[in-house]
């Protein structure tokens, strides 16, 4: 029986309509920006797995520490114990971010660093007698995780039916925005003007506003300006409101500059990272923070601790590949660069050989267009599966987040196998 039978049989899938699915591809191996099926066909890697893979498929010198490091310690309790790669890796990020952001709280995934966020904003407040402070700020659309606290800031179609079960949360509009976008200033001076009434009435009870800085990823890679984003930060920190920026996806050079925050210019009390942290290896996350917010939970007793911890907090495997990963990504910034460039070529061409195509945008390394039409969705995965690319369009939006190890002409090739399926559809 075929490998893709016998998980038939037994195993149930993400984000999957097994009623309705194809049957899944069986992936035997990978190598570079290539994952081959079990008849060894090739398929282009062009969403990075997910968003994780950052230099490549199977590494070497990330499976090298990999297996080192497991040979060495594969894992100890993390409460009263720490280990060599931990304090490595977070000695390495801290020269990457912002001086302030000093204090590592280590997860499992980009959900675990949402909730670690969510916890400490809100026992933040109350730790200080402040327990008033109980509703969340984000964006329409903002997709931060499929637990309940990630669910509940967020605002993803995906999870409607869960509604009922959320903490309380107030979204304000998010002004997505795509090249030649007459209506940006409107939709950005509406967004600032919900902002702030909702600020001059509700502040009190507000604990933390929740973003993706840049790009909102999962609800379609939808595009934020820069300067906006630092408007609307600024107006909630005058109201003495925490910022959490969620950059598990726009992390790591996936923007163009090693993160997100540095291109809005602003500094946010937690900073949530996963996803490309281990280079696409391991899971694993962090939850990054001030020392004025780490020091808040100080006492006597233990009610003021965090009452928050993983079985696997930093696992030393994931350690030992984030920081290789982190090694490689300082070696990245051309193939960053030659992504975006490539990026601006291809969908400039798309839109001049395409009818269909629409919302043109791109940040970085992130590309992404609309294709018009019913129901198209599945019809372009497999379309895609055909011309041996990887990609998984969310709904209309079709986009490309490639690890930095692609080179041009395969991106190239990309775009013109991309053109083809539009002008066919
Ligand atoms: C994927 C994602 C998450 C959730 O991360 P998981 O590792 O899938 O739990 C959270 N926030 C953003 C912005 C994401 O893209």
């Excluded at 179609?157 to 925005?177: D, E, M, N, R, S």
């Excluded at 007793?301 to 984030?322: D, I, R, V």
Aim: with cysteine; charged share 20%.
């Amino acid at each position: 029986m075929s490998l893709s039978l016998r998980d038939q049989k037994l195993i149930w899938h993400p984000f999957t309509q097994a009623k309705v699915a194809t049957l899944p591809i069986a992936i035997k191996r990978a190598h570079g920006s290539y994952v081959y099926d079990t008849d060894d066909k090739a398929y282009l890697d062009l969403i990075a797995s997910w968003w994780v893979n950052l230099h490549g498929h199977a590494h070497p010198a990330i499976a090298k520490a990999i297996y080192e490091q497991a040979l060495t310690l594969e894992h100890v309790i993390f409460t009263n114990f720490t280990h060599e790669p931990a304090v490595t890796l977070c000695e390495k990020l801290q020269k990457l971010l912002p001086d302030s952001l000093t204090r590592f709280f280590f997860s499992d995934n980009g959900s675990t660093a949402v909730e670690t966020a969510v916890k400490m904003a809100y026992q933040y407040w109350w730790n200080q007698g402040k327990k008033q402070k109980t509703i969340f700020l984000s964006f329409d659309g903002s997709y931060h995780g499929d637990t309940f606290g990630a669910m509940s800031v967020g605002s993803s179609h995906f999870h409607k039916i869960y509604q009922k079960l959320f903490f309380k949360t107030i979204k304000i509009p998010y002004p997505a925005t795509w090249q030649d976008d007459e209506l940006i200033k409107v939709k950005e001076t509406h967004a600032l003007t919900v902002l702030e009434k909702t600020l001059t009435k509700y502040a009190k009870h507000i604990a933390a506003f929740i973003l993706e800085p840049l790009v909102q990823g999962s609800s379609g890679m939808r595009m934020a300006r820069a300067h906006f984003i630092k408007q609307a930060i600024e107006m909630a920190k005058a109201y003495d409101i925490l910022i959490i920026f969620d950059e598990v996806m726009t992390g790591f050079g996936r923007t163009g500059t090693t993160f997100a925050l540095e291109q809005i210019d602003v500094i946010p009390d937690f900073l949530c990272l996963a996803k490309g942290l281990t280079g696409g290896f391991i899971p694993l996350a962090l939850t990054v923070t001030h020392q004025k917010i780490f020091e808040a939970f100080f006492g006597d007793c233990f009610e003021k601790a965090l009452t928050h911890g993983h079985s696997y907090t930093a696992n030393p495997l994931g350690c030992a590949a984030a920081i290789v990963s982190l090694d490689l990504l300082e070696k990245a910034t051309q193939s960053i660069n030659m992504i975006t460039s490539e990026h601006r070529i291809g969908l400039k061409k798309l839109s001049e050989e395409t009818k269909n195509t629409y919302k043109i945008r791109n940040v970085g390394t992130i590309a992404a267009f609309d294709i018009k039409g019913k129901n198209v969705n599945q019809l372009l995965k497999i379309k895609f599966q055909e011309h041996s690319l990887l990609l998984r369009p969310l709904d209309n939006t079709v986009y490309m987040i490639p690890p930095y190890s692609i080179t041009k002409e395969e991106i190239r090739w990309s775009y013109k196998k991309i053109t083809e399926v539009c002008n066919k559809l």
